[in-house]
T-cell receptor, first 114, second 114 residues
Framework: GAGVSQSPSNKVTEKGKDVELRCDPI?????LYWYRQSLGQGLEFLIY????????KSGLPSDRFSAERTGGSVSTLTIQRTQQEDSAVYLC????????????FGPGTRLTVL | GENVEQHPSTLSVQEGDSAVIKCTYS??????FPWYKQELGKRPQLIID?????GEKKDQRIAVTLNKTAKHFSLHITETQPEDSAVYFC?????????????FGKGTKLSVKP
């Protein structure tokens, strides 16, 4: 079946602009995660949605970052007033449930802030 | 919170040799330990995982061992092939509550020389 998809694949923006990144999880997956991967670095957790529970926002680096998940499916990560240090690959993952269940990653969105 | 350390950061082996990557974690409540392989420009792909009720798991040329007492786990790749060249990430997570996200190590770049 279809895997996790993300759009756009690449996004170039100017410093100070807002951007929205989209994630379509695997159908039926209740858990959805956003991670950030800077060049040559590991994966940094940003936010986690599980079903109808309140999201775990503990990884968001600043209040310029926010995310929502509509109808328990599609998620949008929004970065307001982008800064050059926001440049990274933003990866979305989904799973059947949180914790010890496999997370399947999307292809990522490469964000470049000029 | 959980912290995962991964060593070495780079590893170069000859084709046919074995490769071992080691990770340590800090939170004794962590109970799920996946390993992801990420080829250049691609998404992380799960290659093997282990849960805390198991000490070792093997899948063809890949094996993972877990020592809960010492809080470390290792990836073993035998008979390495050039296509094993990639960045490998270990991770840890904990079931329960909102703690569903993975905490990743910083990655090991494995190069297999023909």
């Amino acid at each position: 079946g279809a895997g996790v998809s993300q759009s756009p694949s690449n996004k170039v923006t100017e410093k100070g602009k807002d951007v929205e990144l989209r994630c379509d999880p695997i159908s039926g997956h209740t858990a959805l995660y956003w991670y950030r991967q800077s060049l040559g670095q590991g994966l940094e957790f940003l936010i986690y949605f599980q079903g109808n529970s309140a999201p775990d926002k503990s990884g968001l680096p600043s209040d310029r970052f926010s995310a929502e998940r509509t109808g328990g499916s599609v998620s949008t990560l929004t970065i307001q007033r982008t800064q050059q240090e926001d440049s990274a690959v933003y990866l979305c993952a989904s799973g059947l449930a949180g914790g010890t269940d496999t997370q399947y990653f999307g292809p990522g969105t490469r964000l470049t802030v000029l | 919170g959980e912290n995962v350390e991964q060593h070495p950061s780079t590893l170069s082996v000859q084709e046919g040799d074995s490769a071992v990557i080691k990770c340590t974690y800090s939170d004794s409540a962590s109970n799920y330990f996946p390993w992801y392989k990420q080829e250049l420009g691609k998404r992380p792909q799960l290659i093997i995982d282990i849960r805390s009720n198991v000490g070792e798991k093997k899948d063809q040329r890949i094996a993972v061992t877990l020592n809960k007492t010492a809080k470390h786990f290792s990836l073993h790749i035998t008979e390495t092939q050039p296509e094993d060249s990639a960045v490998y990430f270990c991770a840890a997570s904990m079931r329960g509550g909102s703690q569903g996200n993975l905490i990743f190590g910083k990655g090991t770049k494995l190069s297999v020389k023909p």
